[in-house]
């Protein structure tokens, strides 16, 4: 039996052709109702400009954006990184910093430059992510996360993607790429939002899953 005849067909597509937050979504969605479509369902469709003034509105607009072009329900993440000693940078430009053909390293390099004579009780920093959902050209309900850590000296750990491994966690003592993918979904920004999501996906699953019998049983009726 295929995953989706498992889950009564509830699919939902994430917005996202990063690789990283692929797996890291999937993970979070193990348990749910839901078969997780990735990046082979926005083949061939055009990705709207991330130009929103804060991660929400950037995870709207790909959530509609992307809703108005397939027919399940989309998941859109905008997610990044905040340093206080760099005003909150690079935040909604944490993908696009340092221009569009950088590596994860190019973009953790200038971080480090940028704090180079910033001492450790000043390196303050926080990830936020922001989680849309969206059908047929409509949000339906929006969820943020977000974790307090601090800026190392230099990238540690091998796990991960992104800023990962110059984020050190305080409570766990170890950056983001030192963790475990379980412990780093337990902490993270990410699975912060998606747990809070998880009830309202819990609930529309039953909607549609309600909707859908309703419907059936009305054709067997001849209704």
Known sequence: MSQGARRGGLRVCLATRNPGKVRELAALLEESPW???GPEALEGL???AEDGSSF????RKKALHYSRLVRHLVMADDSGLEVEALGGQPGVRSARICGPSATDLDRMRWILSQLEKVPWEERDARFRCVIAFAL???ILASFEGEVEGRITFEPEGSAGFGYDPIFYYPPMDMTFAEMTAAEKDRVSHRGQ????????LEDFARHLQTKSLKKGSSRRRGG
């Open 35 to 37: 078969q997780v479509l």
């Open 46 to 48: 055009e990705a709207p």
């Open 56 to 59: 929400e509105a950037n995870a």
């Open 136 to 138: 047929r050209g409509e």
């Open 193 to 200: 939002a998606l747990e809070r999501a998880m009830g309202w």
